[in-house]
């Protein structure tokens, strides 16, 4: 049977052979005219990963690095980055979708030479799926191009409900009957199509379990939003889908996490983007989304606000910090995007207090309070931290 | 040493024995063997490369049942040599004569004493005689003497004779003796003394065959022989009371002049004018007439050795030569690198010398922690007190890491040193002194060699870094021509590639690669430096060979 498919996959698929086969002419001009082949790749290093505060997000620098085929220390490199072209090349044409883990086997053999002796000699052209996940992130870098933009796969881990309608693979499928289940957010965002939708604002909550309670208890309905969830560190995808949902349709973007630096950090990677990988943040991240909670001032209240927890409550629900957890949030107030007022406070407290709380402690006090008292009134009251 | 021998010469010839038994090296049966084999080997390559021949020499080592508590053995010593004429042979095997020759000359043996101490020791140890077959060039006679030493009138008894017509047309000499032996104690002494010897004449073929029914055999790797020493007369600086007093003696000058003119070298008519001179006596004065007075002798001695003369000449000496030393390291020990050198002739105190040095890395030499020296002078091997050897302190002075060296290291150093009169330190002959003009010809060889293996073990240090960088980019050609050509086909008609269908790529890459990066000449073939681009095309063509 002939694979479906769809005029915005092919086009997807063009767009990226395209540009993949641009860079290996290049490197064939190179080699016609017996001048050294160059990759000229930006930096994924910390040093080159650089916070752009007017777009919000983390960038990559300018820092470009040359691998040059001569260079006996980069020529395993060169050949595995464009091994990972030549893979992903073949599938672009062949109309295939493969994941990261196919990529690895796919270009994983063995290379046979006879060292100076003479003697036969066998190398891999990598070992490790570390290798070739390395290979693929060059090539992201060096040609632009999100593994999603060169439809490969990824495991799906994000899921959303709401009151909204899509067309992915020629279907068009309805956010808002899915029962007790929800969409998984598909590997290549981009290829999704908003048809229609009746929600006011998205909001993200780390955990997959308590969107299930938001979901079942019908949260998105009452409140009109489309909830997601990108269960713990959000993928790839989750975070494409939430910038497009943000950027093309102009809602809102509450994250609701853990009162902890692992909850910030997860949400750092929503607004700003992932260090390791800034080179996607461009459009992975979203930069008006907002902390929505939970944080240390609705456990502990401050002069302006009384705490959402009575003092019995507090002492049941909080967790006492652990020491990585003092030494994270620490880290996180030398980044930029953390150094406004609010984060200031925020950090500072916990610094203070050394407790943290998870969400499902708010849902212990009642799902009800949780979904129909604490966020609507969060929401209401502007008692985020941007 | 002219006035030790000037003391023997009062004694009868078994009180010389006596004590000679100890200074030559016949203080025991393992040391009498190992010197009786010395001594008739190195006779023996005297009677051939001495002049012109290339030596043949066979030892022979064998099991004698004769007194039953004691071991015996004979050794026999055959070589092709100039012979031995049968009139001379009594007084050259059985007389121990302390030569009042003056003529110097650089030869293995000293004093001609070596095998009359052989020929004494068997005849006080078995009781057996010394047996010689010997043939001259040209002679059509083979002459065979067994003879034993009178010890108290110093004179040769022969107790047996032959003479033989020659079938054919051979010459030389061989002589045997059976001697008390300890065989077990002195054979690692013998084997190493005959390796060393292959080394030093590598144009000898040398085969030993021993009381264990081994053959050691070496053939002979060159045909190349040093040119043979010849006489020299003494020059004045070297000149002692007693010589003085020999030449004196036996000298047909006239007058002082001529003495000086005709006896000396380095001593021309201008010279020997300006010395009388400087000395205050008459250049037309009898010389006999000097004997009356010892200390006009005694004085004039040291003022030839503080006068200016000419240094002294060295073309009578003879060196191996530079390709031989290398030849001899390569026979024994076919090392990876191998270079000598030879120093320009110098002179100490009136005697000329020639220091050759060779020095040698990897093949056979055993690593270890100290360089292996083979020390020779005269083209004899010294074996013993190696620490005591100016050789020695010049060789651990050096700092070998400074030449790229870390021990344990393969390395071994040759020392020549090739003179009318070695500066030896003991009676035992076993090592040489530091004599300052000596030990700076030494260490200025061995640094100049040294200098040399360190820029052969750098280059080759730098050859194996472009061989490996070499290596590891052309090994990932094929893969990256596939690669490429994988993409390089658009979109639209894409098939998946068949077979060959990067060759040109591949083509391109070797090119580029041999292009950019240094390709190393493979060592040992530099007549034919391979094409770059085949090295590249060998590392990658795996399905031929």
């Keep these: 049977m002939e694979p479906r498919i769809d005029k915005t996959d092919l086009e997807a698929r063009r767009k990226a052979s395209l540009t993949l086969r641009e860079h290996v002419l290049r490197v064939l001009r190179d080699v016609e005219e017996l001048s050294p082949p160059k990759l000229l790749i930006p930096k994924r290093t910390l040093s080159n990963t650089i916070y752009d505060p007017e777009k919000g997000i983390l960038i990559l620098g300018e820092d470009v690095f040359e691998r040059n085929m001569l260079d006996m220390g980069e020529t395993r490199r060169f050949m595995q980055t464009l091994l990972m072209a030549s893979i992903i090349y073949q599938a672009l044409v062949e109309n295939e979708y493969p994941t990261i883990r196919d990529l690895y086997y796919r270009g994983k053999h063995t290379i046979t030479f006879r060292d100076l002796k003479g003697s036969l000699k066998e190398e891999n052209t990598w070992d490790e799926q570390a290798e070739s996940d390395s290979a693929l992130r060059d090539l992201e870098v060096m ?21 909204m309608r899509i067309r992915s693979g020629g279907d068009i499928i309805d956010l808002s009957r899915l029962g007790h289940g929800a969409y998984a957010i598909e590997s ?67 994250v609701l996490t853990d009162s902890d630096p692992y909850g ?87 610094l203070e207090k050394k407790v943290k709380l998870e969400i499902e402690a708010l849902a212990g006090k009642g799902l009800k309070f949780l979904a129909f008292q604490y966020i609507p009134q969060k929401i209401q009251t502007g008692d985020w931290i941007d | 040493m002219s006035n030790e021998i000037e003391k023997f010469r009062q004694m009868s010839v078994a009180e010389f024995f006596a004590k000679y038994r100890e200074v030559a090296g016949f203080s025991n049966p393992a040391r009498a063997l190992y010197q009786t084999v010395r001594e ?20 022979i080592i064998e099991k004698v049942n004769g007194n039953s508590e004691r071991s015996w053995c004979r050794v026999s010593v055959e ?119 292959a080394v030093i004449a590598p144009y000898a073929d040398i085969l030993l065959e021993t009381l264990d029914g081994e053959i050691l055999y070496f053939p002979r790797t060159t045909r190349k022989m040093p ?30 002049l001529e003495l000086l003119e005709t006896e000396f070298q380095s001593v021309g008519t201008i010279t020997a004018l300006k010395f009388l001179e400087s000395v205050g006596l008459k250049p037309t004065l009898k010389p006999k007439t000097l004997l009356r007075d010892g200390s006009v002798l005694v004085n004039l001695v040291d003022s030839m050795k503080t006068f200016k003369f000419k240094a002294p000449r060295s073309g009578h000496l003879s060196p191996l030569g530079e390709d031989l030393v290398e030849m001899g390291i390569r026979r024994l020990y076919d090392p990876e690198w191998v270079d000598a050198i030879r120093r320009p002739a110098r002179a100490y105190g009136g005697h000329s010398f020639i220091v050759e040095m060779g020095l040698a890395y990897g093949g056979s030499i055993q690593p270890s922690e100290e360089p292996l020296i083979l020390r020779y002078a005269n083209k004899i091997p010294l074996l013993y007190e190696e620490r005591e050897d100016v050789s020695y302190k010049v060789v651990s002075e050096v700092n070998w890491k400074q030449y790229g060296i870390d021990f344990p290291a393969p390395l071994l150093v040759l020392v ?85 269908e990067e060759k040109h790529i591949v083509e391109r890459l070797v090119k580029l690669v041999s292009k950019h990066v240094a390709v190393p000449k493979v060592r040992g073939s530099p007549e034919e430096p391979p094409n770059p681009e085949d090295i590249i095309r060998s590392i990658i063509e795996t399905t031929k060979k």
């Design chain 2, 416 to 500: 020549h040193v090739a003179s009318t009169k070695v500066p030896y330190k003991g009676v035992g002959k076993e090592s040489i002194s530091d004599v300052p003009e000596l030990e700076a010809e030494i260490r200025s060889g061995l640094l100049e060699l040294a200098r040399r293996l360190r820029s052969y073990l750098s280059a080759k240090e730098r050859e194996a870094e472009a061989m490996r960088r070499v290596l590891a980019i052309s090994k990932y050609i094929p893969e990256i021509a596939r690669s490429l050509k994988i993409v390089e086909k658009p979109p639209e008609q894409w098939k998946p590639l068949e077979p060959g």
């Design chain 2, 40 to 59: 008739l080997v190195e006779n023996s390559l005297d009677a051939t490369d001495g002049h012109g021949i290339l030596p043949d020499v066979r030892i």
């Design chain 1, 264 to 350: 910030w950090n997860i949400y750092s990677v929503f607004k700003v983007g992932s260090i390791t990988l800034s080179y996607e943040s461009e459009r992975l991240a979203t930069p008006k989304a907002k902390f929505l909670g939970v944080s240390m001032t609705d456990i502990f209240g401050d002069k302006n606000k009384k705490p959402y927890l009575t003092e019995e409550e507090r002492r049941n629900f909080i967790i006492k910090a652990k020491e990585r957890d003092l030494k994270r949030a620490k880290e996180l107030m030398n980044y930029s995007w953390f150094q406004t007022n609010k984060w200031k406070k925020e950090i500072n407290m916990f």
């Design chain 2, 79 to 197: 070589d092709n040599g100039i012979g031995v004429p049968p009139l001379v042979m009594p007084d050259a095997f059985g007389r121990v004569l302390f030569s009042s020759k003056y003529i110097i000359r650089q030869t293995r043996g000293m004093y001609g004493l070596g095998v009359k101490a052989a020929v004494l020791y068997a005849q006080v140890t078995t009781g057996s005689p010394v047996e010689v077959i010997s043939s001259t060039r040209g002679s059509s006679y083979v002459y065979m003497k067994k003879l034993f030493i009178d010890m108290k009138k110093n004179e040769p008894i022969v107790v047996e004779e032959a003479q033989f017509r020659k079938t054919n047309s051979w010459h030389g000499t061989r002589t045997s003796l059976v001697i008390e032996c300890d065989w077990q104690r002195a054979k690692p002494r013998i084997i190493e003394y005959i390796r060393r010897t």
């Design chain 2, 227 to 256: 040119k043979p020493p010849r006489e020299a007369k003494p020059h004045p600086h070297g000149v002692d009371v007693e010589t003085l007093k020999q030449i004196i003696v036996n000298t047909r000058a006239e007058t002082l």
């Design chain 1, 143 to 163: 040609t632009g191009l999100l593994r999603e933009h060169m439809l490969i796969l990824s495991k799906e881990k994000g899921k959303v409900v709401g009151d």
């Design chain 1, 188 to 254: 290549t965002p981009d290829l999704i199509e908003f048809l229609d939708y009746n929600a006011e604002y998205v909001l993200v909550v780390e955990k997959d379990a308590v969107f299930q309670q938001l979901h079942r208890i019908g949260f998105w309905k009452q409140y009109k939003c489309i909830l997601v969830t990108g269960a713990g560190q959000p993928d790839r995808a989750t975070r494409r889908f939430v910038r497009r949902l943000n950027e093309e349709l102009g809602l809102p973007v509450y």
